[in-house]
């Protein structure tokens, strides 16, 4: 299994690959338990739909990561606040896992780990004055 990664508050490069690598690493936790699922044969359709779902998500999450690891690419930056929202997202993931909650609790929190360490899609807006 994958080894968890320590954060590298000082290197924003380090960062960004703490927080790829935790989105990973939850996801697979997840994936791990569906199969387990599917074993037992508790509602297979459902569960099925839940995994290429998941599948499409590690997919994306997993190329997030590589692109992260590209020497000369420049990082975003990931503030305290968005790392630690990721901390709670995959404590939560492990928590639902553990207590058995339905497959749709597990896929709402799967998204989550993924929205919680994703960067804004837009600058916030920046206000103009004018003196006119």
Do not use: W
């Not at 380090?14 to 936790?29: D, F, I």
Request: glycine content about 4%.
């Amino acid at each position: 299994m994958l080894e968890r990664l320590e954060l590298n508050n000082r290197d924003l490069r380090g960062r960004e690959l703490y927080v790829r690598h935790q989105q990973v690493y939850t996801l697979l936790e997840l994936n791990i338990r569906f199969e387990q699922l599917r074993r037992v044969g508790n509602a297979p359709q459902e569960i099925e739909e839940a995994m290429k779902d998941l599948s499409a998500l590690i997919s994306d999450t997993v190329s997030r990561y590589e692109e992260a690891a590209v020497s000369d690419r420049r990082a975003p930056f990931y503030s305290d606040s968005q790392i630690s929202k990721l901390e709670t997202a995959s404590s939560l993931v492990k928590a639902l896992c553990e207590e058995k909650a339905p497959i749709g609790r597990l896929m709402q929190a799967a998204r989550n780990v993924v929205s919680a360490g994703s960067q804004p899609r837009y600058a916030p807006p920046r206000l103009v004055v004018s003196n006119g």
